[in-house]
């Protein structure tokens, strides 16, 4: 339930009452300020509330924009303010204070309220806006969407109001929102072969009454069949995991539009959106392992190589952009570079292909798994991802080496949360040192990596993993605000993931590899979860989450130590019961997050993943 109060009777000929009722509005008409300030104070604090002007002039999608996206406490357009519970307070102060100063009269102020009014000679001083100016006196968060074309006015006059509708007659309301439902920033195939029609599809939806999660939920329904039909391991079930895995990615845009189509934002949406796409990704990874299986190729080695390659590619961008977006004096000649190079149009689709987003990235391996084998789809996977995991970070590092970025204190934690230190480097983090954390997260990382490459299952590789966790712990012993530091996290998961694939690859036992993959898969699960729970300022997993899954550095630990105590067959016992273990720890603490009333409405967007 929502309150609209307008601060006045609507001029004639005016759309505002039936346009709030539209948006699911109950309205209350008050006489004068003080009667809105009394009528305020009726509304249930739980509801979301808003004043407006009855003279307001606009498209019906701006008093959308304005007034019903539930990811903002506060948010206002021209004419037009509203609180959710969590604002409500600041907007009760900011209207008591506003009626105090001008003595409770906004208008014309007849005892009425069927003969209530405001003033034509009120213009930009009408009650809503002096709230929103009241308010971001007191350092209130404001939202103030991007209108665009659309009209959002109170006209003062006769002749103005009339030159208002004109421009809202000019424009196509519904043009603009089914435009809008497309995100901004998005890769070359999706915005050029998916976007055109996803979207009428998103607003086909819309008008069936169906939600976002229906659709996200259909999403990964349909990329699990596709993931069955590549693992059927025939030419038909190939080329029907192809169709479909394009008819999933299909409606994984759909789902995004709908929700900007209808502000259809929620905590539950967002827990799916974060880690549905992985879960597709990977699910079909293993779906093809299985199905070259069936015809007598193992490529469980290549299916987790790629899932490594491609979560540690994400780690990447999400330490990067947790490192420096709230940085001061962030600026470098590369970055004023990057930003001339997106003054010329060509480059930009090229810049965004050849870092193979998920659009791209799952059109190639549709096509890929269709027409050729397994093996060749990981392989052409792999080296594409390498490249680009190589172009964009060699990037960032230039970047990161060229300015002179000062970084907060909030960024240091995130990238401390983004690490998952256990107990053990946490206690070697006491005590250590000082030392470069890139430098020693890298030495360590290598000390237990190349051991299990050359070697195998083994005391040395036990050994290096002892002096890995001695290194990560000197890694974080100190706030991570060095330039490099934000290559801590990804340097972390190198070496867990890695070290996980090499001691499974060379154990020369079946089955050992799907083990680890499903261990892979629920660690980066896990991982996962902390950046999207970062994203949403809701905080890292709890402590006790991280300590009962050890830490990256304790699984790494653990792992070398039942390789070199085990048999091949038990290590495979061994790392399925860890996968389990580890699975179902971390998605009960997730589950219970994500649908808890402190989980974030929605996560930022952020870049194409």
């Known amino acids: 339930m929502s309150t609209a109060i307008l601060t006045g009777q609507p001029v004639p000929g005016s759309s505002i009452e039936d346009d709030l009722r539209s948006l699911g509005f109950d309205l209350r008409v008050a006489a004068d300020a003080a009667d809105a300030e009394t009528l305020l104070a009726q509304v249930p604090g739980d509801q979301r509330v808003a004043v407006v002007d009855p003279r307001f002039v ?34 009760t102060r900011a209207m008591a204070r506003e009626n105090s100063a001008v003595g409770g009269v906004a208008g014309a102020g007849g005892p009425a309220r069927a003969n209530a009014g405001v003033r034509e000679t009120d213009g930009p001083g009408h009650l809503a806006d002096r709230i929103v100016t009241a308010l971001v006196a007191d350092g209130a968060d404001v939202h103030r969407p991007e209108l665009g074309s659309l009209v959002a006015e109170v006209p003062a006059d006769p002749q103005a109001r009339n030159e208002a509708r004109q421009a809202v007659a000019a424009v196509d309301d519904e043009a603009v929102r089914l435009r809008s439902a497309v995100k901004s920033r998005d890769g070359f195939f999706t915005t050029f072969f998916v976007s055109p029609y996803s979207r009428h599809l998103a607003r086909w939806c ?76 990977y699910a079909y990874y293993a779906g093809l392992a299985l199905g070259a299986a069936r015809g007598g190729d193992d490529v469980w080695a290549l299916a987790l190589g790629a899932m490594v390659l491609q979560t540690c590619r994400h780690v990447v961008d999400f330490s990067f952009n947790e490192a420096n977006h709230d940085a001061t004096a962030n600026t470098s000649p590369t970055a004023a570079l990057s930003g001339r190079l997106d003054s010329v149009g060509w480059t930009v689709w090229v810049r965004r292909m050849i870092v193979l987003p998920i659009g791209e990235r799952w059109a190639l391996i549709a096509v890929l798994t269709a027409v050729t084998t397994p093996r060749t789809t990981f392989y052409v996977l792999l080296a594409g991802c390498a490249f680009a995991a190589t172009y964009t970070t060699a990037g960032r590092v230039l970047r990161s080496l060229t300015r002179k970025a000062r970084r907060t204190d909030r960024a240091a934690q995130a990238l401390a949360d983004l690490a998952d230190s256990g107990p053990l480097a946490e206690a070697v983090a006491r005590v250590a040192p000082r030392f470069p954390a890139p430098a020693s997260a890298a030495i360590g990382g290598l000390l237990v990596v190349v051991p299990a490459a050359a070697w195998g299952a083994g005391w040395q590789v036990v050994l290096g993993a002892v002096v890995y966790v001695v290194l990560s712990g000197a ?84 792992v070398t130590v039942l390789a070199a105590l085990l048999t091949g067959s038990q290590f495979k016992v061994a790392l399925t019961v860890l996968a389990v273990a580890v699975a179902l720890v971390v998605l009960v603490e997730s589950i219970r997050f994500w649908v808890s009333a402190g989980a974030p409405a929605v996560h930022d967007e952020g870049e194409p993943a």
């Open 206 to 281: 819309a008008r069936r009454g169906l939600t976002p999660n229906q659709v996200t939920t259909a999403s990964l329904l349909t990329a699990l069949i596709a993931a069955g039909c590549a693992a059927t391991g025939t030419r038909v079930g190939f080329v029907a995991a192809g169709v479909l895995l394009i008819c999933s990615f299909v409606l994984d845009c759909t789902d995004g539009q709908l929700a900007r189509y209808s502000l259809q934002y929620s905590t539950l949406g967002a827990w799916l959106d974060a880690t549905f796409d992985r879960a597709k990704e």
């Open 58 to 91: 606009g498209h019906l999608h701006a008093l959308r924009l304005g007034l019903t996206d539930p990811r903002f406490p506060l948010a206002a357009i021209t004419g037009a303010v509203t609180a959710q519970a969590a604002g409500r307070q600041a907007l």
């Open 475 to 558: 890694a974080v012993s100190r706030p991570l605000k060095g330039a490099l530091d934000w290559l801590v996290p990804p340097v972390f998961r190198a070496a867990e993931y890695g070290t996980v694939l090499l001691l499974a690859a060379t154990s020369g036992v079946n089955g050992v590899l799907p083990a680890a993959f499903g261990l892979v898969a629920a660690v980066a699960y896990h991982h996962y979860d902390t950046v999207y729970r970062i994203r949403g300022n809701a905080g890292a997993p709890p402590a006790r989450l991280v300590r009962a899954i050890g830490g990256h550095e304790g699984r790494t630990l653990l």
